[in-house]
């Protein structure tokens, strides 16, 4: 009787977990058919004035792209990286600091109708060994004009005392000649993140920029609550893009017991998660609160991963190889470029007929080489 008993228990318990499991799987079945795809939106609100998903697919491919280490390749926008969403793109200038291994590029979008500016992030040395030095990066100097504003030193420095920002501003104002009053949309991932916040607060608050939009992936925290409410009066249209449990937007560390001390991100926060299990799984893009650090987005799971860290929307972002800045230029792009006495790199030019006929010959070369 004994035995009877318990395997009639078992097999009530069986067919409990049953149902349950196709509950389960009728729920997200459910969820899938109204989603209507892959990617699932929960809005309580109407935030379509805040975050662009098509744009932010967009932006992430230039945040790539400026990782690439193919001067030519990149200039010509012939690179790897450098097609699907952003074919097309008109490269302006590309500034190489190689003093302090920094990159970026300015160029203009026909299909956005817009001035885009992309900077690379860190590269100099391993990921690792940059992800802990961000534990202990201090708020260590007043943001110049504003009262109590406090950022850290290196963020600031890497876009405004490097050979970066006058080569930006410069790209900017020769767009601006060319096609005219353009808005501008300014991107990177990781410390590219910090220097593109760093540079549309710039062009707001000292160039005097009219529509400025500032998409970040993977961004660490740059400055105070006070550094915040000035950023945020000055350039609300803002978002800043983070993944799953990537280690990078947490750092460094915001201490809630002392919100006037500490780093504090800057909204909006748009963060990518994913709900499901097995096969069943569905990217979610949770559009956070106005305080730039809300519980229930990624400050509600730990920041534990690099691998988060290096892929958003399914786009690879970092180097192709890491810990170094070695670069790559083909002698035929040698008359669009300029260096200064440390080696530094301008390659600039108007868009005409030459360089597409340089991009066909490149592209040519390439397509021998590889059927080598």
Known sequence: MVCIRALTVSIEHIRIMERTRWLKVAVLLSLFALSGGRELKFKHKDHSHIY?????TILVEYASAVYMSDLTELFTWTCSRCDDLTEGFEVIELIVDVTHCLQAFVGVANDLNAIVIAFRGTQERSIQNWIEDLYWKQLDLNYPGMPDAMVHRGF???YHNTTIRPGVLNAIERA????????IMVTGHSMGGAMAAFCG?????NHEAGNVQVVTFGQPRIGNSVFVS???QFVPNTVRITNEHDIVPHLPPYYSYFPQKTYHHFPREVWLYKIGFGSLVYRVERICDDT????????????????DH???FDVKLGGETTGTCRIVMDPRVAMYSRRDLDGNIVLSRVPSSTIVKMKTNITEATLQRNSL
């Open 156 to 158: 600031y420095y890497a």
């Open 292 to 307: 730039g650090e809300d519980p229930s987005c990624s400050r509600s799971v730990v920041g534990n991963s690099i691998s």
């Open 310 to 312: 290096l892929e958003y």
């Open 230 to 232: 000035y950023y945020h």
């Open 201 to 205: 607060l710039d062009l707001k608050v």
């Open 176 to 183: 601006k000649e060319l096609y005219g009053d353009l808005d």
């Open 52 to 56: 662009n998903h098509t744009l932010a």
